[in-house]
């Protein structure tokens, strides 16, 4: 097993000031979590899923493809219902889309029979295309045990899953009753201790703001640098202590010149004491990272990443979303 764990980024949809996705500022941050990170996940909680319509989720999985590639994108189709989710799922492959993730059914209950009937309907839509169940009692009132898991997965024939919330603090149950499974943890607060547990990987809307801690903190594991790590842990301890709603997220990203902080939902904004925690934690990040991204393999890309980062928030007369 290797000691890096992967990180894929839980993207925030980015929105003009009128509500309406912009297109140019989710390219341009996909663009930079690209050049950092192993993957996107597009459209999921972090992304406002809910409060998207087909055509904005498809273009945004379109875009992303686009950018990274589609080895390197997870593309959220979930839905309430398996008519739904599977009929984004086949505009989604017809995109290029080459991995999926559907969110288990929520806001009425689901039987273990039916939810096997609910994968197994996106399945017959989609065979072949790796899906991953994504899994979050908190959002969906509804906790799948490791062992229903293990039967689903089989069923279903499943990639293996995205576990957040509650199900998160469980990998090892589903590591042990679903061996073979991609597991990743959406509690990206210790990527080493997620693959220490058997898990594939994060799935993280932090890495969406601080894309460098955990491109840092990934190479260090990588090369075995066991020093680096722990201070790269450090300063993600720290960045873990500020919270992780999606709008603190935006607040961070605004201040990077990275889209506005407009929402769709509600998404708990910081307060004044907590956006100086932000803006102080990214101006030290950007003091910190910027060697390290020059010096990152494949040089030219990362200074041009490096150059983007040492421009900070979007100036007057600069196009930006508030």
Known sequence: MSS??????????????DGEVDLDANRALYKVLTGLLDGLFIAGTTGEFPALDDAERLSLIELALAE??????????????????????????????AQLAAITPYYLPARPDELAAHYGRIREAVPGVPLYAYIFPERTGLRVSPDVFAALASAADLAGAKLSGSAAAELAGYVAAAPGRRLFSGDDSNPAATRRAGGAGVISGRSSAYPEVYAALT??????????????QAVLDRIVGLGASIGRLKHALALRGRGGTMARMTVDPPDAELSAAIAAEIAALLSAFVLFLLLLPGCEPSVRVARHLCRGPAKAGRRTSN
């Open 4 to 17: 890096a764990p992967v990180v894929y980024c839980a993207v925030p949809t980015l929105f003009s000031g």
């Open 68 to 97: 990274a590639g589609p080895d390197r994108i997870i593309a959220h189709i979930g839905a309430p219902d398996a008519r739904h989710a599977a009929r984004l799922a086949e505009a989604a492959t017809a995109l290029g889309a």
């Open 219 to 232: 190479a260090s594991l990588t090369a075995g640098d066991d020093d680096a790590a722990a201070a790269h």
